[in-house]
């Protein structure tokens, strides 16, 4: 079994991702993380210095080295889905759930962030808004499931992320049974 995580900056993905593979024993993969040990540097630093299309090219490669050998809970970078390609692996090869939450949610949790080299600008609450209403339906298209992160804590989204992989038959009932209940 198989899960990637796909939603925009701050939903959580990379949070609920660790926590979720620790939950259910499986490997946990940030492809955000592949990329910074491929390029030696911080994806901020990449960013400005070669450009977002050439970091693109490199999400790209490592997201179809992800997918030709699927496994464990996957968190993707917030713009993994701005390619067709990466679109077609990631819902072909994982079950994909997408963690939706309003811009101004994610702005709350993102005001004081640096390291997202998108959100370095004037206006982050305008750009958070300019990209859900680009990605949204990218993320939906792409997405086996949506689930709400506006109110719910991390834990309690792994709780709920369980519950429907139980429900869809993904893991087996009590697999993924809460230590602390
Ligand atoms: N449901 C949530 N409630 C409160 N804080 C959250 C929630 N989800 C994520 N966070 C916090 O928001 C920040 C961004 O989360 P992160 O997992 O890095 O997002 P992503 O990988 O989707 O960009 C982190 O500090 C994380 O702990
Ligand atoms: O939304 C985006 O285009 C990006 C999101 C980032 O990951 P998170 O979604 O984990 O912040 C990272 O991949 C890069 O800065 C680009
Ligand atoms: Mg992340």
């Known amino acids: 079994m198989a899960v990637a995580l796909v939603g925009l900056?701050?939903?959580?993905?990379s949070a609920v991702g660790?926590?979720?593979?620790?939950?259910?024993?499986?490997p946990f993969i940030d492809s955000d993380d592949l990329i910074e040990r491929r390029i030696g540097c911080s994806i901020r630093d990449y960013f400005?210095?070669?450009g977002e299309q050439s970091f693109r090219d490199l999400e790209q490669e490592v997201i179809a080295d992800l997918a030709a050998a699927p496994r464990g809970i996957v968190s993707t970078g917030g713009g993994s889905v701005l390619r067709e390609a990466n679109r077609r692996q990631l819902r072909e090869h994982f079950h994909v759930i997408y963690l939706r939450s309003s811009p101004e949610d994610l702005f709350r949790?993102?005001?004081?962030?640096?390291?997202?080299?998108?959100?370095?600008?004037?206006?982050?609450?305008?750009?958070?808004?300019?990209?859900?209403?680009?990605?949204?339906?990218?993320?939906?298209e792409t997405a086996h499931d949506v689930v709400e992160t506006g109110r719910p804590t991390v834990a309690m989204l792994v709780n709920i992320i369980v519950m429907q992989l139980e429900l869809a038959g993904l893991i087996a009932p009590g697999t993924g049974s809460d230590p602390q209940v």
């Open 48 to 50: 400005e210095r070669e």
């Open 9 to 13: 900056p701050g939903a959580g993905k």
């Open 109 to 140: 949790r993102l005001r004081h962030d640096v390291k997202r080299p998108l959100l370095q600008v004037a206006d982050p609450l305008g750009r958070l808004h300019e990209l859900y209403a680009a990605r949204d339906p990218l993320y939906r």
């Open 18 to 26: 660790k926590r979720l593979a620790q939950r259910l024993q499986l």
